[in-house]
């Protein structure tokens, strides 16, 4: 099998087949580090989408039969395969979304833990057994796959997304229709090459590419779908929760981030230090759980800028692939204009720039604002860059009620020594993760991750996907 017919254009897996798009049409995917032609993708239309549901349709029937045992092997040897494949993987991750090498190889990790994490996930598909007020009543639930699992997503780790959504629903039995995002087709189309590979059977996971905003409803939207998974922008998860919601389709929302830090006085600030640049600098801010906001307890404040932006300004920026380097370029042209029009607004405002602020190509210096205010836009908006704003608190009070002023609510992390403050931020902050003294930016396979308010609805992670991606059923026997 090759995900490409020949060197630049992919095509659809639908069905167990590579399939041209039903038009005929394809589209440019670029390499964001100097928009150059990275390859052409299938241009799917919603034909190619109803195709690929019914074939998903047709695929659960015996999919569903297969037992834990069979499902366990084949996700198994998709992370044997995923490591025979390792150079590919990173280079497309590389190529085809500007991942610096550390970040490639950090998504490169995690997708085996969560694709070994999926494999032992298939003998967990349980129910119970329920007392019964009637005499000689049996009675139990019994766990059952869903059906047909529509997973949409983002461009930034489709690696992770992939290994992570398609696993755990294909552990449980359900088969899988997967659109992902049109600026990272390849590795998506690359790793349903493994998954075939591996033994998935035909129809158990078809990849349609393509334009979301043609395409999206008619997945998201079709009658026979009987799940969602998207992960995007909060903007269109508003809009795909509007389209389900007409069939009654249940889904889980993993949206954007405003994620705060606060640093109270009695942090470390040698320890704080390497976990701050992570937080927000890596691969150039372009993770939903990023640190956009640090509030620092004000005798620790004109340090941590100090030395904060120090640090910014020896963060590398040179080659993809030097391990050193951690600045990647900003994927598309629209977010670029996003991350300006947000600095620039927020300098014409009257904020500081301590550091960065400049572009090198596509990509924009790590950047820390400074004196940032309420009518500044990102203030309170998603930037998507390496861009955060540090704000001066004058007691832990102020940096909680601060850190839930905002609409999202997706990661949040606390440096204190002080374990009642630090346990009585983890249950006050509005936010479906909460870090002391670690990183924003942290996932593992088998934690429930996932976001409040405008970050979004419902858990991701191998037990999240067990309960969402199945149903229960109530059986009684009368002895
Ligand atoms: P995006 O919302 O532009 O696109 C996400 C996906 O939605 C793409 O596959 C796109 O093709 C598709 N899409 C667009 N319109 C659609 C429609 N009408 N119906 C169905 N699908 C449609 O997001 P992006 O720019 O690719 O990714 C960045 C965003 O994703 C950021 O907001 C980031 O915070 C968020 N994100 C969240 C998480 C999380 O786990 N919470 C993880 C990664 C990224």
Redo the contacts with the bound molecule.
């Keep these: 099998m090759d995900a490409k017919t020949d060197t630049v254009t992919l095509k659809h897996f639908i069905a167990g087949q590579w399939t041209e798009a039903s038009g005929g049409a394809t589209f440019d995917v670029l390499n964001p580090l100097d928009d150059s032609l990275y390859c052409k993708a299938a241009k799917g239309t919603g034909d190619d989408m109803r195709t690929a549901v019914a074939a998903a349709k047709t695929a659960f029937n015996e999919y569903r039969e297969t037992l834990p045992k069979e499902r366990e092997l084949w996700l198994l040897r998709v992370a044997e395969i995923m490591e025979q494949r390792k150079a590919d993987l990173l280079d497309c991750l590389i190529d085809e979304i500007g991942s610096p090498i550390g970040k490639a190889m950090f998504e490169f990790d995690k997708g085996l833990t969560m694709i070994r994490a999926a494999a032992g996930l298939c003998r967990n598909v349980r129910g119970e057994t329920i007392p019964s007020d009637v005499p000689g009543k049996f009675s139990m639930s019994i766990r059952e796959p869903l059906g047909v699992v529509a997973i949409?997503?983002?461009?930034?780790?489709p690696l992770i997304k992939t290994t992570r959504l398609v696993a755990n629903a294909l552990a449980v039995g359900n088969t899988v229709v997967h659109?992902?995002?049109?600026?990272a087709p390849h590795l998506t189309l690359l790793m349903a090459e493994i998954f075939h590979d591996a033994g998935i059977p035909a129809g158990a996971y078809n990849v349609v590419t393509g334009?979301?905003?043609e395409i999206?409803?008619d997945?998201?939207g079709h009658s026979e779908v009987d799940f969602v998974s998207f992960?995007?922008?909060?903007v269109?998860g508003q809009?795909?929760n509007e389209v389900c919601a007409k069939n009654k389709t249940p889904l889980t929302l993993?949206?954007?981030?405003k994620s705060p830090t606060v640093i109270l006085k009695d942090a470390d600030l040698d320890k704080v230090m390497p976990l701050a640049a992570r937080s927000i600098f890596m691969f150039g801010g372009q993770l939903?759980i990023g640190s956009s906001r640090f509030y620092v307890e004000r005798p620790l404040y004109d340090e941590f800028v100090k030395r904060f932006s120090m640090a910014a300004s020896k963060v590398g920026m040179g080659d993809l692939r030097d391990p050193n380097t951690v600045i990647a370029p900003i994927i598309s042209e629209r977010q670029r204009l996003r991350v300006k029009t947000h600095i620039e607004d927020a300098v014409k405002k009257g904020a500081t720039i301590a550091a960065g602020g400049e572009w090198e190509g596509n990509r924009c210096q790590p950047t820390l604002l400074t004196g940032v205010k309420e009518e500044m836009t990102l203030c309170k908006d998603?930037t998507?860059g390496p861009v955060t704003s540090i704000y001066p608190i004058d007691s832990y009070e102020e940096g909680l009620e601060k850190a839930n002023d905002t609409v999202y609510g997706?990661s949040s992390a606390i440096f204190t020594n002080d374990i009642n403050k630090a346990m009585h931020f983890a249950k006050h902050i509005d936010a479906g993760m909460c870090h002391i003294n670690g990183p924003t930016v942290h996932d593992e396979a088998h934690v429930p991750?996932g976001?409040n308010g405008e970050?979004?609805v419902g858990r991701e992670g191998t037990d999240a996907d067990l309960e969402a991606m199945t149903e229960l059923k109530w059986v009684t026997v009368q002895l």
């Design positions: 949409v997503t983002p461009f930034n780790v659109l992902p995002s049109e600026m334009m979301g905003h999206g409803d997945l998201t992960t995007g922008s909060s269109v809009h795909i993993e949206l954007g981030g939903c998603e998507f997706l991750f976001g970050s979004g």
